[in-house]
């Protein structure tokens, strides 16, 4: 397994792409271009009102839009949630019988993780509308007046009032350096609990940072103590995978916001979420395992369990309002072709998932089939969709998994890698194949016992570019970034077999552009970022530069624009809040020399492996 070194990048804010989320209006193409992308999102997300332990829960808001992180009044009248019913995330409040939903932001930025004051007058919420990651703002409800409180590097998230209205408490990574989980490129996130006047004054921080994750804070009902859940900073990626929660070591804590000190209110295996105080001694938090969650209470009762999420309570303790439906439903299959929402109008961004491709006609759409997160059949075939997301038929099942598939210029064959891949690529192959789009004609182009994937034609269809890895001990040192690997980019030739070396850095998803040039992602400098070679190895050029990740490249059919995804926002919530790997993943666009970088997604889902649909 590869183990990667510690990274020193620090998060920050980045004001060339500030611009570039600012100015949606300005055109790089001048023809409405089609875009299908890889989204880890749910396809439901309903919110119910319920008693306080769950039971006789009901739906509260009509349509089946995509609403979650919900909060109560202080006067338990209004529920403030987020919704994407109107595309991209913002804020609305709805009574608590279900009627009078009312749109609070209207922003095409994120808006979300919404809390009213307690006289009800303002709002406090997480946007990334100035900076790009997220800040938190206050509202003012009747004059409309919006203010950036916290204005600074880094993510800030989940406000929360104290009783008075005096002082906002929130959790930030903010100063913190980008960590990837051990042993893999996923990233950790580290957070701390600060304190900060509504009128932005008095900032302090209120946990330590001693290599704990806090996160959700919730003041007490005399405002003297704030109560959160805690867990080591290097669990928050194993957090959001489900097989995990239960294991993973967590607690909910409370900490005097005067003295500092702490108490433990539960500990233990299992992941626990959204605590908040019912009284002043009475604790009730979410306890997460797998597909199930349950709403559980310190005193020692279990209220209900099931697709539960976020759940806050209103402050009298009468009422639990929570979401439903993302735990089953981020991970199922979908149907390629849905409409995704998007920060540019010129760009139709639509849902396709495992590593999607389309043909050169525009008609057709491969994908490696996704049948279901663990399932053990799971991206191991080949399948081909009418574009429109119709008549599914699969042509090809790998033994292993299926990977990456590309349609040749002509669209005659489609070139794909079989085998192993990711963690497992070290210690077991993969090959290139190609077949024919009826399933006929299959073959290898590469054999041996090296890991060899995520493939690209040349813009004349007689060679193919691809990604090799071998940690085998034979492997030829001097061709390899560190000795006993060999590493890079290799290229095939179709006519007489001929396979030879490109590059020989950590290199990964390489594409060819219709000019002649290859991009691809390279790990370098503890970070991916984009990089351009000629075909012979000549005038390599880095595209993207900064403190984060940049890669999942995909060349335009006009050969002057590049797809990728990058994490340069940073997270947009607490990394525990999420059952998806890769949450800061957003979708970018540049020109093919890196110049015009700007972001096609700005929302709290994962997007990745992009695939450009030829002009319509």
């Not at 921080?205 to 009902?221: H, I, N, V």
């Amino acid at each position: 397994m590869l183990s990667i070194p510690p990274v020193t990048p620090t998060r920050c804010h980045l004001p060339s792409v500030v611009l570039l989320l600012s100015v949606a209006t300005s055109v790089i193409v001048g023809a409405e271009g089609r875009v299908f992308v890889d989204q880890w999102s749910p396809t439901r997300s309903e919110l119910f009102i319920a008693g306080p332990d769950g039971r006789n829960a009901r739906k509260l808001a009509a349509g089946l839009e995509l609403d979650y992180n919900a909060s109560f009044s202080a006067d338990g009248a209004w529920v403030v949630f987020t919704s994407e019913r109107h595309g991209s995330s913002d804020i609305f409040r709805v009574r608590t019988t279900g009627m009078d939903v009312e749109r609070l932001t209207d922003n095409p930025a994120f808006d979300d993780q919404g809390a009213l004051s307690p006289d009800g007058s303002l709002l406090a919420f997480v946007s990334t509308r100035d900076t790009g990651s997220t800040d938190i703002y206050i509202l003012d409800l009747k004059s409309h007046q919006t203010r950036n409180l916290t204005n600074s590097p880094g993510g800030d998230y989940r406000p929360s009032w104290s009783p008075d209205g005096r002082m906002i408490a929130f959790s930030s990574d903010r100063g913190t350096r980008l960590q990837r989980s051990p042993g893999n490129w996923e990233q950790v996130q580290a957070a701390r609990l600060y304190v900060i006047g509504a009128d932005g004054r008095d900032l302090r921080p209120l946990s330590s940072d001693e290599g704990q994750f806090a996160g959700s804070p919730k003041w007490s009902p005399d405002g003297t103590r704030v109560v959160f859940y805690e867990l080591a900073v290097s669990d928050t990626f194993r957090a959001r995978g489900l097989g995990a929660q239960a294991d993973i070591e967590s607690r909910i804590v409370s900490i005097d916001v005067a003295t500092g000190a702490r108490v433990e209110h539960a500990s233990g295996p299992g992941l626990k979420l959204s605590p908040q105080f019912l009284d002043s001694n009475r604790i009730a938090y979410l306890a997460k395992s797998g597909s199930r969650a349950s709403l559980v209470f310190s005193s020692g009762e279990t209220g209900s369990s099931g697709d539960i999420g976020n759940p806050a309570w209103s402050r009298d303790g009468r009422w639990v309002v929570y979401q439903s439906g993302p735990i089953e439903t981020i991970p199922a299959a979908r149907r390629p072709g849905a409409r995704l929402s998007g920060r540019d109008p010129q760009y139709d961004l639509r849902f396709a998932s495992g590593f999607p491709a389309v043909s050169p006609d525009g008609q057709k759409l491969a994908v490696s089939e996704r049948t279901g997160r663990g399932n053990p059949d799971d991206r191991t075939a080949l399948v081909v969709w009418n574009a429109d997301g119709t008549n599914p038929r699969r042509i090809f099942r790998a033994e292993g998994s299926l990977m990456s598939p590309q349609w040749s210029p002509n669209g005659q064959w489609i070139v794909f890698g079989a085998g192993s891949y990711f963690v497992d690529r070290a210690i077991r192959p993969a090959q290139i194949m190609m077949v024919k789009p009826d399933g006929s004609g299959a073959r290898a182009l590469t054999t041996g016992t090296g890991n060899s994937g995520f493939p690209s034609w040349s813009p004349d269809g007689t060679q193919v570019v691809y990604r090799f890895w071998n940690d085998a001990e034979r492997a030829s040192p001097p061709n390899g970034p560190t000795p006993g690997r060999a590493a890079g980019l290799r290229i095939f030739n179709l006519a007489d077999g001929a396979i030879r070396t490109l590059t020989t850095g950590y290199d990964n998803f390489p594409c060819w552009l219709a000019t002649g040039r290859i991009v691809f992602s390279r790990f370098e400098n503890d970070v991916f970022q984009i990089f351009a070679v000629n075909p012979d190895g000549s005038s390599p050029t880095r595209l993207t530069h900064g403190p984060y990740d940049d890669t999942h490249p995909a060349c335009a059919p006009d050969g002057e624009h590049v797809l990728f995804s990058t994490s340069r926002f940073g997270f947009k919530d607490e990394a525990p809040m999420f059952d998806i790997p890769q949450p800061y993943g957003e979708l970018m666009m540049m020109k093919a020399d890196g110049s015009e970088q700007r972001a096609l997604t700005d929302n709290r889902w994962e997007e990745g492996t992009p695939a450009w649909a030829p002009d319509r």
